[in-house]
C-alpha cells in the first residue's frame, strides 16, 4: 500500500513563494493520478492540482492557475507543488494523494480535480500566508 508523507509547509509572506513536496514509499498498485488537495478552516477540501502519472498532463484550479506548478520526479516517487504569489485565500491545510489502481482497474483521466477519485492520503501540511 502506498505511503504518502508531506513536507515543506510554513509560514510565508503575502505574495511570496513556497515548495511542498510529497514522497512516495511502499507503491504496490498502479498510480494513475497524484494530486494536491487544501482545506481551510470552514470549508471542504477542494482540489489545487493534478497531474497524469502516464503522460505527465497536469490540471489546476482556476484559482492557482498562473501561480503554482505541479511535477513529479523522475522515477514517479515524489510529486512537488511550487506556489508563488501566495496570498491569503492559499491559508490552509494541503494534502498529497494519489489514486491507486489495484488490478482490473482502468485509469482515467486525472482533469476532475476530484476528492472523492483519490485513495491514498497523507497527513499533511500547514501552508500559512500572512500580510
Known amino acids: 500500500q502506498v505511503h504518502l508523507a508531506e513536507s515543506g509547509g510554513g509560514s510565508v509572506q503575502t505574495g511570496g513563494s513556497l515548495t511542498l513536496s510529497c514522497a512516495a514509499s511502499?507503491?504496490?498498485?498502479?498510480?494513475?493520478?497524484m494530486g494536491w488537495f487544501r482545506q481551510a478552516p470552514g470549508k471542504e477540501r477542494e482540489g489545487v492540482a493534478t497531474i497524469d502519472t502516464g503522460d505527465g498532463s497536469t490540471y489546476y484550479h482556476d484559482s492557482v492557475k498562473g501561480r503554482f506548478t505541479i511535477s513529479q520526479d523522475n522515477a514517479k516517487k515524489s510529486v512537488n507543488l511550487q506556489m508563488n504569489k501566495l496570498n491569503n485565500e492559499d491559508t490552509a491545510m494541503y494534502y498529497c494523494?494519489?489514486?491507486?489502481?489495484?488490478?482490473?482497474?482502468?485509469?482515467?483521466?486525472?482533469?476532475?480535480?476530484?476528492?472523492?477519485?483519490?485513495?491514498?492520503w497523507g497527513q499533511g501540511t500547514q501552508v500559512t500566508v500572512s500580510s
Open positions: 511502499g507503491v504496490t498498485d498502479n498510480i494513475n493520478c
Open positions: 494523494a494519489a489514486q491507486a489502481l489495484p488490478p482490473g482497474m482502468y485509469g482515467g483521466s486525472c482533469v476532475s480535480l476530484n476528492t472523492y477519485e483519490y485513495n491514498r
